[in-house]
């Protein structure tokens, strides 16, 4: 029998996808009822023997590789889809953040949508009602409540999307930060929110790849890999063990063979070269070339958005590269060599790591996302002047200043 | 949020008569929507809903009373197909907006949890304003051609009931075959094409026991809205009873009242992973 301490119990969960045939025509199942060696059907664990149990009032934070099975799990909490053996026992309503904005009509009003999403949620229209006014000025819409919302900006649409999941009161709040879209302002009410509830008392399980947000928000942590856990114990603990991992990672193996990525797969990034082009290594104050190889089935070119995010050693988010900071988009296709221009290094000296993303048109649709994809060393600094290599350790980057008495 | 506790194993059944019930609000919040949506932001979706019908209507009355001079009995021809498109228009709605709805609700599908059933279930709702839009075309043509209302008016709600069940069993397999096989979304649209001459709408279903042999006369009462349409007739206009034959569209509906609901039951946890 369950521990009425726990606010989730999961025993040995299991979870089997297979693979292809989710979308059989009504042809291939014919042919397979007649044909007599019919095709083993691929398939994978998502999830493998699975145990843990957080504590009411307890946070936990999920982290692992892409394609470790921290969706799967999540799908399964929430009960969107069933798992293949084992059980889970929860004690408490379960709301989750990756639902904002879910069922949002665009023709329909914001008052409109705000009945329709709460109840989509489950609150009770009574619920609904008593809480509206309190919705509206979260989300600061309020001149624009009779306004369909296909007239709203994509800001004011999230806005009144999180304002109304936030003021569900569920005793245990999922929070999938990997699959929230929206911008940093967004990202931080999440964790805001998160805050609030955690200080009430109730459970939070919290999916991210932000280890510095794990590190502050979850005192536990639960480390999957490849369907299983690889290490369940104290945040800070976990999340060391697992940035070692990373780093290893990213430095033995090729990006073009590492298998824990996630988006279409139609371009994969397969080899990444970092490069000073006035010089032999890299440099602080010195140009940076990094240039991606980019392979794939396709054989026209597609729209995408790029994205280079850097990260320190200790999984810290340093600064981002991206097309989508000029709003501009590129063509890339089979064979294409991505090269990101950095003409002048503010980075101290010392280890770093990038991400690296790319997708059709938004970045919704993925089509090539590797965490930790490689390693690069800024070996010295020649930031500040041409041959002194003075900067603080603690530092992270330089800044361009001077100063002057007056 | 309605459950309290729960726990999660591969056999639990997602979808339980008594959970349906705390899901009440967003059944007809659903079917609230849909409403809004069609009709009361946009005139044209109002006027759409007019000239349908009418369409349909006067093309029957051409084709069948006309060109075929279908004869039916004291009833003008008009009349009598309108009272056939009353019902018809009802199960059409309902069937094809069922039949594709978990597909159209995938983001809402794949992101939170409530029972998968409720989203063709609350397409049953929004149907009633087709027909009643039929309905008021139909009032206006009695009183024309001075077609009094039967005495059966009462019996009426069994049919309007039938049609429900009718449309929703169609409606719910169509929905669960759909997600599983992609293929049936080109069937929906057929059947409802061909659902309109298949049944008598425009025609006596004597037509078909007079005309065909007994086999396909079996096969033309499978149609579950066969026996039905018969009935709105019977009800409101006072032509005959249901023949005999209808029997065969009452068992017709339940075997794929019961199909629909283990078929749906069988993929209702595999959803979001097929979508």
């Not at chain 1, 536990?220 to 690889?230: A, H, Y």
């Not at chain 1, 041959?387 to 350790?393: A, I």
Request: charged content about 20%.
């Amino acid at each position: 029998m369950s521990d009425s301490n726990f606010a989730i119990e999961v025993e040995q969960l299991s979870k089997l996808y297979s693979l292809g045939s989710t979308n059989a025509t009504m042809r291939e199942s014919i042919a397979a009822l007649f044909s007599k060696n019919s095709k083993k059907e691929e398939s994978f664990w998502a999830l493998k023997d699975v145990s843990f149990g957080v504590k009411t009032g307890e946070s936990i934070g999920i982290i692992g590789k892409n394609g470790a099975g921290k969706s799967t799990l999540l799908k399964i909490l929430s009960r969107i889809t069933l798992p293949t053996e084992g059980r889970v026992t929860i004690n408490g309503t379960v709301a989750s953040l990756l639902e904002v904005g879910t069922g949002f009509h665009p023709e329909l009003t914001g008052r409109e949508n705000i009945y329709l999403n709460g109840s989509i949620l489950g609150m009770a229209r009574k619920e609904i009602q008593a809480k509206f006014d309190e919705i509206v000025a979260f989300s600061g819409i309020e001149r624009f409540l009779d306004t369909p919302v296909k007239r709203y900006s994509s800001g004011m649409y999230v806005r009144l999307a999180f304002a109304v999941a936030a003021h569900l009161e569920p005793e245990i709040l999922i929070v999938d930060e990997v699959l929230s879209v929206g911008d940093a302002e967004f990202q931080r009410k999440c964790l805001g929110k998160m805050g609030d509830v955690t200080s009430s008392g109730r459970t939070v399980l919290f999916v991210s790849h932000n280890m510095e947000a794990v590190r502050k928000m979850c005192s536990r942590t639960v480390w999957l890999e490849k369907g299983q856990i690889k290490m369940i114990g104290p945040s800070s603990e976990v999340i060391d063990a697992y940035l070692s991992e990373l780093k290893e990672n990213a430095e033995t193996v090729r990006p073009g063979e590492r298998s824990d990525r996630e988006g279409s797969g139609v371009l994969r990034a397969q080899e990444i070269r970092f490069s000073n082009p006035e010089g032999t290594h890299l440099q602080s104050g010195k140009p940076m070339k990094v240039e991606i190889d980019y392979q794939g089935d396709t054989s026209e070119k597609l729209t995408c958005i790029a994205t280079l995010g850097i990260h320190d050693e200790n999984g810290r988010r340093v600064g981002t590269l991206s097309t989508k900071l000029t709003r501009s988009l590129i063509d890339l296709g089979n064979g294409d060599t991505l090269t990101w221009e950095i003409p002048r290094l503010s980075l101290t000296p010392g280890k770093y790591f990038i991400n690296i993303f790319l997708a059709h048109r938004t970045e919704a649709d993925v089509i090539d996302w590797l965490q930790q994809a490689a390693a690069f060393e800024v070996m010295s600094a020649s930031f500040h002047t041409e041959s002194d290599e003075v900067y603080y350790e603690k530092d992270i980057v330089f800044i361009d200043h001077s100063f002057r008495v007056s | 949020m309605p459950t309290k506790s729960h726990v999660i194993t591969k056999d639990q059944s997602l979808f339980s008569f008594s959970e349906l019930t705390t899901y009440k609000e967003l059944f007809w919040m659903l079917a609230w929507r849909d409403f809004k949506v069609r009709y009361a932001q946009t005139f044209v979706g109002l006027l759409w809903a007019i000239i349908q019908p009418s369409f349909t209507i006067l093309i029957l009355y051409v084709v069948f009373g006309r060109f075929a001079n279908v004869q039916t009995g004291a009833i003008p021809h008009i009349v009598y197909s309108t009272c056939g498109v009353m019902a018809w228009t009802y199960f059409a709605y309902v069937m094809t907006n069922a039949g594709s709805s978990i597909i159209s609700a995938q983001a809402m599908v794949k992101k939170i949890y409530f029972p998968r059933i409720i989203i063709p279930l609350s397409k049953a709702v929004v149907g009633f304003i087709d027909m009643g839009i039929t309905a008021v075309i139909l009032i206006v043509l009695m009183i024309f051609f001075e077609v009094p209302v039967s005495g059966n008016i009462i019996y009426l709600p069994i049919f309007i009931i039938g049609s429900i069940v009718a449309a929703l069993s169609v409606g719910v397999l169509l929905s669960a075959l759909t997600i599983r096989y992609r293929d049936f979304q080109y069937v929906i649209p057929f059947a409802v094409q061909l659902g309109l001459y298949i049944t008598p709408t425009a025609y006596p279903a004597e037509f078909a026991i007079q005309r065909l042999p007994e086999w396909a006369t079996v096969l033309y009462f499978l149609n579950p809205m066969a026996g039905i349409v018969e009935g709105y007739r019977w009800a409101i206009l006072g032509t005959e009873l249901p023949h005999m034959m209808s029997l065969w569209s009452v068992a017709s509906m339940l075997v794929i009242l019961v199909a629909a609901l283990l078929y749906f039951k069988r993929i209702d946890g595999k959803i979001a992973d097929y979508v």
